[in-house]
């Protein structure tokens, strides 16, 4: 199908567990983005990529970790989860970055606790 | 630094009781301001695009409008189906403020609408 599609729905893990939530999008995309999304907080850029190999960080990037080998997936990596990171995570992709005339699409999202 | 601010946070209408969501926002200089649309569990949806003050922009019972600092989304006579949180981004142009061009999120206004 086409779009965009996040993986897992819903991960509870152990602090200091490392964790992958995984993103794949099928329009070939150049952008795609990280965002989390807390109570209080709305949704917060954690990083984002304008190609494959070429990534840059957001609002909030410590404690998380990214890659881009192909276009069409954008992995996200807690190295040792803590209980702050837990949220609802977005990945969003988009053909052009400044001039998307939508903004961006987004995924249904991960919903990650770590007890 | 660039913001977004939303309100009411919550907002409870009658059916068919028309009334509006604020959007205000600071930003160095405004590329375009985003609305979207999340229902529970799912990723933000897009609505519309606004890129200078007096634009406005209508879809079914929706209609956004943007002034120099804030831009409004007027429901009217709204129905149950309407209920989701409604979501305001911002875009800078790039080179101005921090943001680096990404879109910036307000915390969301969640519209319930009863019949």
């Known amino acids: 199908d086409a779009g965009i599609t996040q993986s897992p729905r819903y991960k509870i893990t152990e602090t200091g567990r490392q964790v992958t939530l995984m993103c794949h999008q099928t329009w070939s995309h150049s952008y795609m983005f990280w965002y989390r999304q807390d109570l209080g907080h709305g949704l917060r850029l954690i990083y984002y990529?304008?190609?494959?190999?070429?990534?840059d960080k957001g609002e909030v990037p410590d404690g998380y970790v990214v890659s881009r080998s192909k276009t069409e997936n954008f992995p996200l990596t807690l190295e040792s989860a803590t209980r702050s990171q837990t949220s609802v995570y977005f990945c969003a992709s988009s053909e052009l970055h400044y001039l998307a005339p939508h903004g961006y699409t987004f995924g249904s999202g991960t919903r990650l606790t770590v007890v | 630094e660039d913001q977004v601010t939303q309100s009411p946070e919550a907002l409870r209408l009658q059916e068919g009781e028309s009334s509006s969501l604020n959007c205000s926002y600071t930003v160095s200089g405004l590329r375009g301001l985003f609305w979207y649309r999340q229902d529970p569990g799912k990723g933000p949806e897009f609505l519309f695009t606004l890129y200078s003050a007096g634009e406005e922009k209508e879809k079914e019972r929706l209609k956004a409008t943007l002034t120099k600092k804030e831009s409004f989304l007027h429901i009217t006579a709204p129905k149950p189906e309407d209920s989701a949180t409604y979501l305001c981004?911002?875009?800078?142009?790039?080179?101005?403020?921090?943001?680096?061009?990404?879109?910036?999120f307000g915390k969301g206004t969640k519209l319930s609408v009863k019949p």
């Open positions: 981004a911002v875009q800078a142009r790039k080179g101005d403020g921090g943001s680096q061009g990404n879109l910036i």
């Open positions: 990529s304008a190609a494959a190999d070429i990534t």
